[in-house]
């Protein structure tokens, strides 16, 4: 599971001035439960998420993935978790099978397994055809299921995900989708970060919903719907909006 | 550090890059293909151009202005050589040579003879330019030997003496060198550079693919997000490059070897006698190691800053060129390796390697060599690994790059990068122009050179971009008591320097002549005193105090107290043009911005900045008639023990007035603003 306290993260701008992109960010994610990060983009779901991934320092605060301080044991956080992102690239060069392979022995999977894990996966992804070729001569969906084998080759008991559907056509998007519901079954702890309202609703146990660094809310689909008496997502992101910024003009004025 | 994992990618991206047809090329394909192909034809042209030239048909005229028996001997001699065909007579012969319808012209005419003995006066006109017509020339000049030998037997055997008597001194020549120093006397002088630019440019394109390319194709994230450490990280890439430059250096010098052997065997000399040592092939490669991974750091570092290859490329570039300057050195006869050059990365290795193909070097100096290497090299790959593992370097994202440096914000002119850019327009220009003048006439030079190219330019940026001049000049009042202990300063302060220079001198030596060029800076004999404190003296100190002093040190103020003044002082060197200088100029730099930022006033810079040429002019002139002086001064043990107390004297000054100026406009030493 993933607990997450007091997350901030502090750029300085060129100008000297600071920056909150991720501001006080508290959440949990547990064993077998889909969370998404929902928010516009610039919300700080990249950041809070290359924290937990340990490929940013935290300015303050903490975080544990599987019971692991992201500050103190990052080595052992990576080997818990797989990451996949929208943007994340492959090595050209090289071909499916020897991708997965190189990531399976730095997650120090030993010879033996990576074998029957890479089989396992290509046929459970449906990618036996294409494995032995070189990644340049691949389709974008076929990548996309590179990167997915290449993400949970380690078994990984935590799935972080920051947008891996975007830019993607409905099909691989699809696969993607598939794909999260399988490591849901599988009582994996899954992290999901969209801009997309939508797919948000379709997926998600639970929304945590960022703007600017900061929670605006948190909860179930159902829950925001009792609460704000709304039916669409989007109606729903853009009122809890108002809402905060009623909020801040209110203590401005204190 | 898990060294399995290390392996892993080590493997991985070897695999990656053999795969690459760039690096395969540049690695592998250019040094055993391209290499061998043009320096054998190369050579083969060359030998073949020079024998064709040489069987030319070459069309002279002569004109024989005596025509009596003993010249028609001379034209006569010249008509029956081969190849040379004798043209109708023309008077435009100056054009015909331009245009090189004919090759050479022969003028026959009588000189004066003291003695009773008949001269000819010979002259063969030839355009040097030419490549037939100085051949032309030169076979003319060696038959017109033959023919004077010929006049001169007669002549001898005409008054009956042998001609024996000619040969006073028989000279033969006898070389010791063994073929195999021969050779390594040639190889020893450009191999190096060869070996430098090859390692440079291959690590050049693996390094910038390892990470820059990692960046633009998105997988550092990836790769970042793996359970493989940051550090296993770089230093699996930076075997990588490693191996890759190695191969290359081994491919290049067994296809050189290969070429070399070629050639040598074409020009007819027996290759079997003339084998190099294998002992030295060993100690150059040991020798090569630390430099190689010196490099690779550099480059490694350089890509890890980069965000992508295109970025990287371009901030490989200086470095290659840099390197491929400091590797020349070898080709120069007048450099040997000292101590003090075996301290210079690449300079150390282009002469160390010279030394060991001429199978004369010293041990120690091989030590030196390798141990300051590696010094540097473990600088340079700690250096990779904190930017590697700094977040900021590593997501940096693409900036704003704003050219409207002449806008109307004042901010703009203040910038790091308008200041630098400034420095840089300034010192060509000093280069180009200053150099011109001074050459001409040095004083008149010195002072054009300060007034226009240092004083005129800074004042008009200020003007142009609206700023306050006064505010920014920090042209503002300062207590009495500071002029007095700088005054007091100003002693030390020389006698240090003039130490640092000797200690400098004494490590690299300079020419004499280059000392000649000081001494007549500072001299006055043939203008007066005044005018020389004016020159070299006042108008510098106020000319570069505005400029270094009064308007670059702003650029870097955010930066912080010291590393403002460290930046500007290295700029302030870096002004002066002379690497032997350098270091002495950027400490007084140092100084001058030190009493700038505590008393927040540009005069006292310009007081010291004055104190100091001008007590150089007045010692450097005056220390004859000043015994105690001269001592100090020209003395090396006396001037060394000067030093201790200057610094005692010197940090006490530094202390009372740091004291006397606390009341200043600093919060701390990190920051500090404006009054």
């Given amino acids: 599971m993933i607990k997450v306290k007091n997350l901030t993260k502090v750029f300085l701008q060129k100008n000297g001035e600071e920056l ?215 109606d729903i992101f853009v009122h809890f909006i108002n809402q905060s910024k009623e909020q801040e003009e209110e203590l401005d004025e204190l | 550090m898990n060294f399995k994992k290390i392996f892993i990618i080590y493997k991985k991206e070897l695999l990656d890059l053999m795969r690459d047809k760039r690096t395969v090329i540049t690695a592998i394909v250019i040094p055993i293909v391209l290499y061998p192909l043009l320096m054998i034809g190369f050579t083969s042209l060359m030998i073949r151009q020079e024998s064709k030239l040489e069987k030319q048909l070459v069309d002279v005229y002569i004109q ?329 370097v590593l997501f940096r994202t693409v900036e704003e790059k704003s050219l409207k440096f002449w806008g109307k914000e004042k901010k703009n002119v203040f910038s790091v990068q308008f200041v630098i850019l400034f420095f840089i327009i300034i010192l060509m220009a000093l280069f180009y122009l200053g150099g011109t003048w001074q050459a001409k006439d040095l004083m008149n030079g010195l002072f054009k050179t300060q007034i226009f190219i240092i004083l005129l330019p800074t004042i008009l940026v200020l003007r142009i971009s609206r700023s306050d001049i006064k505010k920014t000049l920090r042209m503002n009042y300062t207590k009495p008591i500071n002029y007095l202990i700088i005054v007091l300063m100003s002693i030390p302060v020389l006698l240090l320097a003039a130490v640092m220079g000797k200690l400098i001198n004494y490590i690299y030596p300079v020419s004499e002549s280059y000392l000649e060029g000081m001494k007549n800076l500072i001299s006055v004999e043939d203008k007066s005193v005044w005018f020389s404190l004016f020159v070299v003296a006042l108008v510098p100190g106020i000319c570069e105090e505005t400029m270094f002093r009064g308007y670059i040190i702003n650029a870097f103020k955010k930066r912080g107290f010291w590393v403002s003044i460290i930046i500007t002082a290295v700029l302030f060197g870096i002004l002066h043009l002379d690497p032997f200088r350098m270091i002495p100029v950027t400490l007084l730099g140092i100084y001058m911005g030190y009493l700038l930022l505590k008393t927040n006033s540009i005069f006292p810079p310009m007081i010291a900045h004055f104190l100091n040429n001008g007590l150089a002019i007045i010692l450097g002139n005056y220390s004859d008639k000043i015994p105690l002086l001269n001592k100090i001064l020209e003395e090396d043990d006396i001037s060394i023990w000067m030093a201790l107390p200057s610094l005692v004297i010197l940090f006490l000054l530094l202390k009372l007035f740091t004291k006397m100026n606390t009341n200043s406009i600093f919060v701390n030493n990190k920051k500090y603003i404006d009054s």
Avoid at chain 2, 245 to 270: A, E, P, R, W
Wanted: net charge negative; aromatic share 8%.
């Fill in chain 1, 20 to 234: 909150f992109a991720v501001n006080d960010l508290s959440f949990e994610a547990e064993k077998g439960e889909i969370v998404v990060l929902l928010g516009v983009n610039g919300a700080g779901k990249t950041t809070t998420m290359r924290m937990l991934s340990t490929v940013l320092q935290p300015t303050s605060g903490s975080a544990t993935v599987e019971g692991f301080d992201i500050i103190e044991q990052p080595q052992k956080v990576r080997a818990n978790l797989g990451f996949l992102s929208g943007d994340t690239g492959l090595y050209a060069r090289l071909t499916a099978r020897e991708i997965i392979t190189y990531f399976a022995r730095l997650y120090d999977v030993s010879e033996k397994n990576i074998l029957s894990r890479i089989s396992e996966i290509a046929s459970l992804l449906d990618m036996s055809d294409f494995l032995d070729k070189k990644i340049d001569m691949l389709s974008t969906g076929m990548k996309q299921k590179v990167s997915i084998a290449r993400s949970i080759i380690h078994d990984p008991p935590i799935m972080i995900l920051d947008e891996p559907t975007v830019g993607l056509d409905i099909l691989t998007a699809r696969n993607i989708i598939d794909f999260i519901h399988k490591c849901k079954n599988e009582s994996k702890c899954v992290l999901f970060s969209t801009h997309i309202m939508r797919e948000a609703e379709r997926i998600a146990d639970r929304i945590v919903m960022i703007h600017e660094g900061k929670i605006l809310a948190e909860g179930t689909w159902e829950k925001f719907k009792n609460e704000t008496g709304l039916h669409d997502l989007d």
């Fill in chain 2, 64 to 392: 024989d202005n005596i025509s009596d028996e003993n010249s028609q001997r001379i034209s006569q001699a010249l008509v029956e050589m081969e190849n040379l065909r004798i043209k109708a007579e023309n008077e435009y012969y100056e054009n015909m040579l331009e245009d090189n319808f004919i090759q050479a012209f022969i003028e026959i005419n009588d000189s004066l003879s003291t003695s009773g003995y008949h001269v000819f006066k010979v002259t063969i006109s030839y355009n040097e330019t030419n490549e037939k017509s100085k051949m032309a020339f030169e076979r003319i000049r060696q038959k017109l030997y033959e023919v004077e030998k010929d006049f001169v037997t007669e002549r001898l055997s005409a008054i009956q003496i042998n001609e024996d008597i000619l040969n006073a001194v028989d000279i033969e020549e006898n070389n010791v060198a063994p073929p195999e120093q021969m050779l390594g006397f040639l190889l020893g002088k450009i191999l190096p550079y060869f070996l430098i630019v090859l390692t440079l440019s291959a690590g050049a394109v693996v390094a910038s693919d390892l990470v820059a390319g990692e960046k633009e194709r998105g997988t550092l994230e990836t790769i970042l997000v793996s359970a493989a450490k940051r550090i296993e990280l770089v230093i699996g890439k930076y075997l990588t490059i490693i191996t890759i430059s190695l191969i290359t250096v081994l491919l290049n010098l067994f296809s050189m070897y290969l070429s070399f052997s070629y050639i040598i065997s074409q020009s007819g000399v027996d290759i079997a006698e003339i084998q190099l040592p294998i002992s030295n092939f060993v100690l150059i490669l040991i020798a090569m190691i630390p430099l190689l991974t010196l490099l690779s750091a550099i480059l490694l570092s350089i890509s890890t800053y980069a965000r992508s290859i295109k970025e990287a490329q371009s901030y490989q570039m200086p470095i290659i060129i840099g390197g491929m300057m400091l590797a020349m050195i070898s080709i120069f006869p007048a450099f040997e390796l000292t101590y003090g050059f075996a301290l210079i990365p690449i300079v150390n290795f282009s002469l160390l390697f010279r030394d060991i193909m001429m199978g004369d070097f010293e041990l120690s100096k091989f030590f030196v060599v390798v141990g300051s290497t590696i010094v540097l090299d473990i600088i340079a790959i700690s250096v990779s690994i904190k930017l590697f593992k700094n977040e900021s």
